[in-house]
């Protein structure tokens, strides 16, 4: 390696250094002027270099910027990212680590020291990143995120599936064509990137865009799935705001990164760990075809078992029936007993009616003339014997007054022949009975049709009978004479 401090770099700076040789009395160079040489120098000469070594001394201050030092086992260099690199960086910088810094040296004059700006920083070699991967997972495994009390089932048969995967490769080809075989469902791509800068990023934002969604639109299942590749292409999975997002999401998610043989935090954050994207798909729907020939053979089972229920029972209530009485021999005694009742009741209803006509005889016997003359007689005699003022007798001639001509008037109504004024007549049989209806009037040998004035004989369309003997119509009857009303008729 050239000489910084040659020749050539004094003739590039002006020929400044030549006039420091010693016993020349050349002015001498300010302390700015001459750490402005050696910045301009530094940067010159070595404006691209690449430092391996181990990072100590790592911290990150307010503004953003990276502080650091690269060592080995003779030697350090003070280093620094600025903000917008450090942002890019594909996993965090900590102590321990043996790294790979591609940058430019140049000098701090205000510390006198020089150092190194990095413009990338990447893990050197494999046993680097398997150290790095080693010490995330025991982070983050003693925070709990690797669990298996918070693993959740994944839903036997999901309505919408979520698949956050680059769309541009194999993967999601092998995914949809394994739903589509197993079991067609609703899929919901995310497209991200799956390796390189920024993709750690856009996988975590994808997983917790779907568990921001509407819960009616939420996929019910994730599935998160990368193709094989070397532990620096799957290195995204392994960064810890992925392992995050797919521990703190609200949907299953099912990890699906690599080959069989690649492992990621991913695999040990996620619910369930699929070996390839393929079978992610298979641990996500069961097989249709599978279903339905379970669901036939249930069918069949739930009808063997009815057939066989139904079969018991109808055994059952048949030798039930058969130790039941006939229907005859329950009714027997009741139909013995209603018989015995009618015999008893059609008895009972003949001693009944015999009672009342005594009753009636009885009652018929106390109102002959003669005992009614006989009674009234009593009540005339003890009426000459009570001694009652005129008024009395007026009063109660006037009350037996009102009362016969109440008797008068119903008697004009209850007349039989009243209507006959009115040019109705009344149909008689030869005995003097008033006939009602035609059959009574057929049956008669003769009929009497009486008038207002007068009665008329018939016979019936079958033949001329003898006339029966007439009697005098209403009219020609004589009416009674009225006669002065005595006190013993009111009692």
Sequence with gaps: MPDPFSDD???????????????????????????????????????????RGEISGFKRAASGHCYLALKDDKALIDGIIWKGTAQRLNFAPEDGLDVIATGKLTTFPGRSKYQITIESLELAGEGALMQLFEKLKARLAGEGLFDPARKRALPFLPRTIGVVTSPTGSVIRDILHRLADRFPSHVLVWPVLVQGEGAAAQVAAAVRGFGAMPEDRRPDLLIVA????SIEDLWAFNEEPVVRAIAESVIPVISAVGHETDTTLADFAADRRAPTPTAAAEMAVPV???????????????TRAINRTQGLARERLEAR???????????????????????RLRAALGLRLADARGTLARASGALRPAVLEARAGLARERLSRLKLDPA????IATRAGERLAGLERVLAQ????????????????????????????????SLALHFRDGVLDVVPADGPVSPPPRTPPAAARPKPQATEPRQSSLF
């Excluded at 990368?226 to 590749?229: F, H, L």
């Excluded at 249709?288 to 739930?302: S, T, Y």
């Design 288 to 302: 249709r075809a599978d279903l339905l020939a379970g669901l036939g053979e249930l069918g069949l089972r739930a």
């Design 9 to 51: 770099a004094n003739s590039r700076s002006g020929g400044l250094l030549a006039q420091m040789a010693p016993g020349d009395n050349a002015p001498p160079l300010s302390v700015s002027e001459i750490s402005n040489l050696l910045k301009r120098t530094v940067e010159d000469r070595f404006g691209h270099v690449r430092i």
């Design 414 to 445: 209850l007349d039989p022949d009243a209507p006959l004024q009115r040019g109705y007549a009344r149909v008689t049989a030869a005995d003097g009975r008033t006939l009602l209806d035609r059959a009574a009037a057929q049956r008669e040998p």
């Design 321 to 343: 029936a058969q130790r039941l009485p006939k229907l005859q021999d329950l009714l027997s005694p009741q139909q013995q007993r209603a018989d015995d009742l009618g015999e």
């Design 226 to 229: 990368r193709g094989g590749g």
């Design 392 to 395: 009395m007798l007026e009063r």
